[in-house]
């Protein structure tokens, strides 16, 4: 049984477990303030070219969401999101937990525009409704899909104009910026939003997001509210030192385009069958509709999950391919899919 | 310029006005441990027929709404409502303050039913979302509409069943009650609802909700959590004169019979003059819908408030009725309109 | 029996009670957008002689510290206060419930010097401990105690020194404005602090505490949190027209003076029957300790709380005046107090 | 530089690291529902003879301080500690983030007893108060004291026949199972507390703590709380294969008993030298109260924390063993320490 579930079922890449290995007996300050953790805080600001970025690693992407989130509003302030969002659906309300109200905006394709941002001012208009402040974004998103260049410039203006922050959740970061369909850079990131992240778990570490905050507002005591929610990891250098090896030597970004790669063949390949794609995925998320025999049968040999029922005799499923995803598992699953009948 | 923007913008019955002048200097324990909020209660108990009830008079709407359901939840849980609820819209996120999501359910005529929330607990499913846990519901609704008896029986089955609590917003108790389409008693929804309140802010009094809580699980150490929230009013016989008033001689169905009789006349001669309405209301709050000339021209000498635009030239007004609506300024606002050319 | 047991046993004072029976009719803006809060603002703002200073009327003292220190601070933020104080004792965890850490500093007489606060400063060092922000005094104290102006001068810049925001409990300032002890006026304090309030429920108001806010960063969105948390009264001319009457005609001083007399009559006739006290209160609360056959026997005619148990013979009880104290009641009490042996 | 600042400064076991080695590519089900998890889970549950355990992995210590406290109580309810508790001191006001006062009672030692929390019921008495509903104990303390079996079956009896949750901190579990004054086994407290915690990060792990869940009102829906709070980890198997390894031949009780050894030897070599101590620590936590001189002299070969001022010229230091603790390292602390004069 191969799992397609998702892109956090193996451990990490090797040369990270190595790097932990090396360093095990050594010493460190705790609390993330310890020598690696350091250096990696440098190579993120180097990749972004901001010197001025304040960056901190935590452990899991709905702890920094809860973190960032939290830590930007006042209590009668609120985050608008795609209906999809993470945080709208997926983090057991942990944001509405913190005090706020999320307010879900419907989308086609999980992406946020102006035009959705604008309807939901036009709403929220007096001290009887919460006040947005903050847009939150994932890149890539919930349904796979990812920002260009020029989308991401136009929201970056309109939130600026308009006094909202813009957050960007990375837990995919290095699937979206490693895609064919991708024209931004980390340092353009870091010029259009306000505070954002790069996605360690989903990309080859144990654990781990590199928080990177540059709007000056947000900057001031946010260890405080990592250490007040229960995020600060005591051998914080665990976390330094897995991010010193994703950002030397390239493995970041390697192992996001190994996943890009299999998601590739996988999509080319169900297409090949006549089967289509319920959102138009460009990076290691797949959505195909797929009529429920061949899902059953699939389900036989392969673990993924079921994303919506579609109609009686069909359903959405969601394969995802991770840094670790074996390219003979994407053959096999290809040729079991050739080999069923589609009606 | 006269107002029918809301019914709130006037003092209280001549009634209550004068109860309060003669208990003025006795003293009384505070906290709403007093005589007169002791006999308030019995008034209230007789009247639903549930001697086992708990009841709690609470300054304001809002506040009882974000009581009632942060006593009821563990922080997972999140509370179910039209879209349209006032919890989900005009409470400036009083409810994720507490901690909880609200989930909103689109509808037709601000009314929920066992469909709805099936839809809501079917996309509920594990504990990576809130966990379902109270239904909220409006009588009037926030769009004039109001439940059934057959409704409701149908709305509290399904809560029991599937162990939800299920929580009526009765700030406007009293127009639904005394509603020409009404069918439910005060001792109907105690029966059938887990907790309750009977709006007295609404409906003839200075201020004050009374909250009826039914379900045994929802009684405990209530009054901490209303002074937690500081909403234990230090005067609280004040409530309680004023709700001695309210249920006794009939006042309190009275004043809103009397909303209800207003409203009955603006909505035949709006109807009449052959406008439309933007949802089917049968009580104190109506939704015409008004070419925008019609509308500057009654804005000159009426007051009320714009619910939506519908479309360039036309627009969806709010007009409210209450205890105190004069019929001559209902009559003068029909012949106004009368006067005035639909195109 | 007559109630020394608070200072919001009675209703409001018969000219508060005159002026909303008048307005009762009138159509008013609902929520404090009205044109007696206007006014009584105006009449506030010339008092303390602050022409930018921000003013909201809320219902009750525990709502009003639950809103002033919530809109204050940033979630990892506290507030230092005498362990005796308000917040720290008698709101049943209002602060910690909006997310906040109360420090509670031991003193002598319910009054906050810089030695305490520093003491507090000096502990709490880096982003493991909370961040102490702002410091909450009450004036008059929970004690009966009150500030001098050369305390509360030290106090202030202390605070301004240290980056603190200080906040003035004023649910008893009219007692402590009259106090026969007092050098402070409302101006002084709005030179001195960064916001305060004028309590009206325990200074013949029916309810309402006049919230001033003077320093800048406190002043933005903060009806969104008066709403948020429930207590923006629909009604809010209520509370404007009772502050029009308290600042209008000196009635707010007049009362507190009629307290502080009676207050004084019982002090001198308490102390001349040989008994202590166990604070040196010096406006309408008095806590004498007395021998518990004594308090037994006053206790048959004559409502009061205990304080607290001074040893297996004696007990601290607390004896409370207000604007309604009847001199007679107060001749009464000390009659009976005489005839009382002491052994 | 030698480091005795605390017991995390090192990695884990080398055991640790080879079990992660060699499950690395392996594909495991997210989010704890692993089968290393599983594993754990009976491993523990058969240490404590509890099979009704419920057991969550948590990630740190803090996290899991908020996460059990903050699922237990209803938002009125408070926590009773040590005024030393880690809750009360060095979380950041986590437990207050999540709405819940802690009541700290000082104490000579660090450790509650029945008295203690008697005095705490006795002053919190009706719904102006918390209310007290959880006991927090540390074991060992913050202060390196513990609880005997006597101490701890006392305040077990005192909590269950008051309706109060016992729970304890077990963060520093393996120094107290394993000092020579224990006489309690993890099955003991499995029987006294209604939940309590196995600490991993400061006992040879990474990090990860063991809840253990008793009572069966603390069971239900805790994995919505671990998740909503930010605290489920994505790869939750890593926290599974660490205490399958602790779990496995004794290397739990090992590690710590390697700490206890070392403190061992410090505490005997300070002592011969005619130190004294702050607190009659038991553990791997020392609390020598030194000249200021000595102290200065030993920072520059060694690493520890000031714990308090003493007087002008001595100051209480902390210093901390650990299962990575070289014996050569406490040699040479000593040899030094004999070589400094004492005056």
């Known amino acids: 049984m191969y799992s397609f579930n998702n892109d956090y079922s193996e451990g990490a890449h090797p040369r990270i477990?190595?790097?932990l290995m090396e360093t095990n007996l050594t010493q460190n300050n705790g609390y993330s303030l310890d020598s690696h953790t350091d250096h990696a805080r440098e190579l993120i600001r180097a990749e972004i070219k901001r010197d001025d970025a304040h960056i901190h690693m935590i452990v899991g992407g709905t702890q920094t969401n809860m973190l960032a989130i939290s830590a930007a509003l006042r209590p009668h302030q609120a985050v608008i999101c795609a209906e999809t969002?993470?945080?709208?659906?997926?983090?057991?309300?942990?944001?509405?937990?913190?005090?706020?109200?999320?307010?879900?905006?419907?989308t086609d394709d999980g992406k946020l525009t102006p035009a959705h941002i604008q309807r939901v001012l036009d709403h929220h208009t007096d001290e009887h409704m919460v006040q947005p402040k903050m847009v939150y974004i994932s890149n890539s998103t919930e349904v796979g899909t990812q920002y260009t260049k020029a989308e991401l410039e136009a929201l970056s203006q309109f939130c600026r104009s308009h006094g909202l922050y813009l957050?960007?959740?990375g837990a995919r970061m290095g699937a979206a910026l490693t895609s064919r369909a991708?024209?931004?850079?980390?340092?353009?990131?870091a010029r259009l939003t306000d505070l954002f992240y790069i996605g360690g778990t989903k990309n080859g570490a144990l654990f781990g997001e590199a928080l990177v905050i540059l709007h000056p507002d947000l900057k001031p005591d946010f260890r405080y509210i990592i250490k007040q929610r229960g995020a600060m990891l005591a051998k914080?250098?665990?976390?330094?030192?897995q991010f010193e090896e994703l950002f030397q030597n390239n493995l970041f970004y390697e192992m996001a385009d190994h996943?890009?790669?299999?998601?590739?063949?996988?999509?080319?390949?169900?297409?090949?069958?006549?089967?289509?794609?319920?959102?138009?995925s460009t990076t290691n998320q797949l959505f195909p509709i797929l009529p429920n025999h061949v899902m059953d049968s699939l389900a036989q040999d392969f673990?993924?999950?079921v994303q919506e029922v579609v109609d009686d005799h069909h359903t959405c499923i969601r394969l995802v391919t991770s840094w670790a995803t074996r390219p003979e598992a994407v053959e096999a699953f290809l040729q079991k899919l050739r080999g069923l009948p589609r009606e």
Not at 183 to 189: G, K, P, S, V, Y
Not at 236 to 241: A, K, M, Q
Not at 266 to 278: A, E, H, N, S, V
């Open 85 to 106: 969002g993470h945080i709208n659906v997926h983090e057991t309300g942990a944001i509405e937990a913190a005090g706020h109200k999320v307010l879900g905006a419907g």
């Open 303 to 305: 673990l993924f999950s």
């Open 167 to 169: 957050f960007m959740d």
């Open 182 to 189: 991708n024209d931004l850079t980390l340092a353009d990131i």
């Open 17 to 19: 477990l190595q790097a």
């Open 236 to 241: 914080g250098w665990l976390l330094g030192i």
């Open 259 to 280: 996943a890009n790669e299999m998601a590739d063949r996988l999509r080319k390949g169900i297409g090949d069958c006549g089967y289509t794609y319920r959102w138009p």
